[in-house]
């Protein structure tokens, strides 16, 4: 499986909408956006998913643009794709990148595990 590499501008994209208090990190050559250990949105290449609980991803389901999101074969579970169009209307991504991080903060704190 080949891994989509980000542009600057899909970068810069996914680090303006994330909420200002997650944690971004770097993943596979790409970004994530955590809260509390967990991964609630992820850049692939250029798209942007969000996690988000079950009735938030059937109304996004529905919007023109959204989908999978993650590799083709291997889709992640719980993530949508945000609309490619949203760059030109940041406020709806950082509408959805809210949705998802205060999704994943009610989760529990992932915790690390230990090496033995």
Known sequence: MKIPKPTDADKAFFESIVPPNA?????FGNLGGFVNG??????????????????????LEA??????????DRPMKE??????A?????IQAEEWAGRAYDYVAAMPPKVKKSKK
């Open 23 to 27: 944690e971004i990190k770097p993943m």
């Open 38 to 59: 967990n991964m609630f949105m992820g850049l692939f290449g250029p798209d942007v998913g969000v996690r988000l609980k079950p009735d938030d991803r059937v109304l």
């Open 63 to 72: 919007v023109d643009g959204s989908g999978p999101f993650g590799p083709e």
């Open 79 to 84: 993530y949508l794709a945000l609309p490619a």
């Open 86 to 90: 949203w760059r030109d209307d940041p």
